[in-house]
Structure formats: structure tokens, C-alpha cells
């Protein structure tokens, strides 16, 4: 192995030797041909195939910095449980994991912390318009030359050969470090979450597309987006992948009555709120004033208005209030009153909900294979940790080299990462593949949350802008607009490389816009003097 320095993940990475890049592509090609799916695709569609492996070739050396890459890309086809869309998922799958946590206590995640109150006084400071198009039109994207190779056949392997593939893969990763790998893991692939319990809730695949306009006005890196605000159930989002797991576990106990808490316009709770509905539960939800806001909008509009339209009930709480334990205290009284509940953690971030952020990562390795799209790094906002850690477990368990980098909405970024590590660990033990993130895999900065959460900065509202206008895209004031102010920046800052192509994962919460109106109305002048 050989070593290459990550400018941004400030980490030195372990890269193969050409022979070893060459031995795990190998690999990589026969786990994909194992896939019968792909095998028929391929089939039908020889330059698609020739794309993605001149993709995975490409990868190898960095145009960039001409060093060498991190790992090739492996290529399994990914498993969308249930089949197509609409198709019935199984609740409890056959010979499944043990579910946990009927009676047990609720999460703790997401610790509580003094935050200053949100200004609504700028009402009447004039509800003027910032002019459309101030953006700016460009030339084309240019896009980078990938590496043309002639490439091998290769014989698909037995399905016994793909246990094989799977425990060399891991025994990569492990590189040689000494990481122990539970026997049982052993025998079952990390990454065939049909074990687990699923219910069907999400339009998947999300489409990955790429931003010419913005890539264009920011003049460095190619930016791609991964609309998981395109994910349905209620306006979309990044909890429907976490409720298809978290969801099938409440009906697996028999849940009548699902719990959860979140802020007053947590995009969590009105999306469990939906999934609950869906699925015929009742649903109660505890509110956190976090920003202390006296807006009517942000009250009453925006995603509160949405809980209530799918039939919840809500509670609110102060701010400061350990939200979890509140939580499990609400969860034990409807206990003792009769009802069977289904607690969720805020933000749907425990090992069970991060399972559908890993699922997220087979599908976006999955749809650049087949496109022959090379990505260098994945960024994503970061709150209660679920989507991040998530994402880096799927990335590392299929090897895929790409980096991901959070951009925290609420806690200092020691914090922040530490949850995102805890609970990466924790996912890659459920996964069945313990030991395959390690702590310089988790990169959080938070120097993008502006005031506190749920407070938009200038910052937040120039990306909400610049993606409303230049791609008519909806980005929200608390959480993607902070991630996307955070790619914004490091792009003019020339943090990324010129022509890198990074993917950002639009994780929804639009429905929030309703209740920040005031700010989104401030023309940018004022909002650049407070
Ligand atoms: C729109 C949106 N984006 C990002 C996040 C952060 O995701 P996570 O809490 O899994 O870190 C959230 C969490 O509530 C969210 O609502």
C-alpha cells in the first residue's frame, strides 16, 4: 500500500499498488457481474459497460494532483428490497437480526444546548425581492478527459465465490491492521440489508443530476446533486430512508403508537408524522422551542402545519430539555395507559435508521457505475449524525474511495464528529461488518452553522438563493442550506480542485421555508449588515 494525503479530510489515505489496484478491480468486476440484473443490462448495453469501466480505470490516478487514487471502485449492483417501487416489501425478513427495543430506553444522541433566540424583528424591514438571474450566466462546464483503457472479460463467478469477494474486500480494508471481524458477520455479506426489516415508504432511486448553472458560477469543481428531497412522503426528504427501516420495526412489535421529537419545524417529525399515517398509526410528537421565535409562520406554518394535516399530535417542550429522555418518559405514560409505542430517537438517527443512509451509498456507487461517473468526495449536511454515519459505513464497506464530508448544523465539530463516529460504529456492527470506519473517515465542519440552530446566517440565504435561482431547486434554512453554504464557500475558497466532481446530497426540508419567511424576504443588503 502506498500512501496519498486528502487535503480536505486532512488524512493521509491508503492507496493500492497498481498490482493491487488491478487484483481488487478484478474483484470488483466479478461481485458486479454477480448480479444477474446487471449481467442482463450489460448485455443489452455494451458502451454503458465499457463507460463504467473506464470509469473505475480512471480512478486510479488523480488528474489533479496526479497522485495516485484511493481505491477502485467496486461495482455491486444494489438491492432495492421489494423489487421495483410499489412492489411488497417483506416486514420481517427470514432469519433476521433480533429486534430490541419495545421497552427499551430511547437514544442518546443528540444532547441538549443553550441557543440563542431567532430574530423575527425584521418584519416590516420591507418584504423586497432580491432580483432574479444575479447570479450570472456562463460558458459551459468543462468536463474532465477520463482515462481510456482497453479492458479484460471476466467469468462470472458462483454464488459461493461472492462470500469470498465480500471477505476480501473487508480483509482490504482491514488492511492488515488487525481489525477482527465477528465470525458471524463472516458469514453474511455487510451489505445485503434485505436481512433487515423494510417497509416500502420511498421513490428510490433518488435522481443524481448534475449542476451546470451553479458549477458554472462557482468556476472549480463539477457539482453533482442527490435528490433525496425527491424521496416522497410529505414533501420528501432525508428521514424517508431512515423510516423504511425504523417503520418496519414498529410494525414488527405491533406498534399502535409512534413517538418522536424533534425542534418546532423538525422536517423529522412531520415525516414520521406521513410515514405513520401511511401506515395506519397513530402519532404523537414532542416539539423542542430551540429557537425561541415568536414568528406566527415558524409556529404554526411550514412543517407544524404539516403534522397536524397528517393527523399528529403534538406537545411542546422548552428549550434546553434533554429531548430524549422527555421522550421516553411521554413513551412509558402511554405504555402504562395501554398503547404499544414505537419510540424514534430525533432525527431517526440510531443503527436501524442509519441503515437506510447506507443504503443511500449503494445506491449513488450504483448510479455512478453505471454512468461512468468518477466521484471524489460526497458532502451532506450533519445534525443528529444518522445520514453521515450512514453514508460513511456504506461508502467504506464497498470500498468505493469517496470521501464524505459533513457540514454541522448545531453542535462544535469534536462533538458532532463523535456522535457521527459512535453511531457509524454501531451501524457497521449491525451491518455485520464491525471495524470498517475508522475515526479519520469522519470529517464534520461546523463552521457553517452561523448562529445556532435554526438560525440562517447570510451565508444560508445566499445558497438558498443561488440554488432557487440558478437550478430551481428548494434548499431549507436549517440544515441543507448550511450544507450548501458550506460547499459554496469551499469552492470559492478553491478547497475542492478545479474539475473535481463532488455530489451533494440534498437532504430536503423545504417545507420549512414557509415558516422563515421574515428572513427569506430581508433583501441581502440588510441581511449582510445584522
Ligand atoms: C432536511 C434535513 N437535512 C439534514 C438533516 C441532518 O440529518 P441527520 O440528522 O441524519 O444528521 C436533517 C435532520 O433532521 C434534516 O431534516
Known sequence: MLLARDAVHERDVRVPRQEEAEALFEIGRMQADMDVGMMRADALDQPGRQRRRQGVLARQHDEVSGQPRAAPEIVPKLPQPGGERGDPVPVVGGGGPQLHGLAGPVEQLDPQMALDGLDAAGEGRGAQVPPLGRFGKGAGVHHRQDVLEPFKTHASPTSCDSRKLHSDLCDWHAGGQGIKRDPASQKEPSMHLARFPRVSLAHLPTPLERLDRLSRELGGPEIWIKRDDCTGLSTGGNKTRKLEFLM???????????????????????????????????????????????????????????????????????????????????????????????????????????????????????????????????????GSAGTQAGLVVGLKALNSGIPC??????????KQEEMVFALAQRTAEKLGCPGVVSRGDVVA???????????????????????????????????????????????????????????????????????????????PEILAAE
Open 405 to 414: 464530508l459533513g457540514f454541522g448544523v448545531r453542535a462544535p465539530r469534536p
Open 445 to 523: 465542519d461546523t463552521d457553517y452553522v452561523g448562529p445556532g440552530y435554526g438560525l440562517p446566517r447570510e451565508d444560508t440565504i445566499e445558497a438558498i438563493r443561488m440554488f432557487a435561482e440558478l437550478e430551481g431547486i428548494l434548499l431549507d434554512p436549517v440544515y441543507s442550506g448550511k450544507g450548501a453554504a458550506g460547499l459554496i464557500d469551499y469552492c470559492r475558497k478553491g478547497r475542492f480542485a478545479k474539475g473535481e466532481r463532488i455530489v451533494f446530497l440534498h437532504t430536503g426540508g423545504a417545507a420549512a421555508l414557509f415558516g422563515y419567511d421574515v428572513v427569506l424576504r430581508r433583501p
Open 248 to 382: 418496519a420495526e414498529a410494525q414488527a412489535q405491533g406498534a399502535d403508537l409512534v413517538m418522536t421529537q424533534g425542534a418546532t419545524q423538525s422536517n423529522h417529525a412531520r415525516q414520521t408524522a406521513a410515514a405513520a399515517a401511511r401506515l395506519g398509526m397513530a402519532c404523537h410528537l414532542l416539539l423542542e422551542d430551540r429557537t425561541a421565535s415568536k414568528d406566527p409562520n415558524y409556529r404554526g406554518n411550514g412543517n407544524v402545519l404539516l403534522d397536524l394535516l397528517h393527523g399528529a399530535t403534538t406537545e411542546e417542550r422548552p428549550s434546553g430539555l434533554d429531548m430524549n429522555a422527555e421522550l421516553e418518559s411521554a413513551a412509558s405514560a402511554e405504555r402504562a395507559r395501554g398503547r404499544t409505542v414505537y419510540a424514534i430517537p430525533g432525527g431517526g438517527s440510531n443503527p436501524t435508521g442509519a441503515l437506510g443512509y447506507v443504503n443511500c451509498a449503494l445506491e449513488l456507487v450504483s448510479q455512478a457505475n453505471d454512468r461512468g461517473l468518477v466521484i471524489d468526495r460526497l458532502v451532506t449536511a450533519t
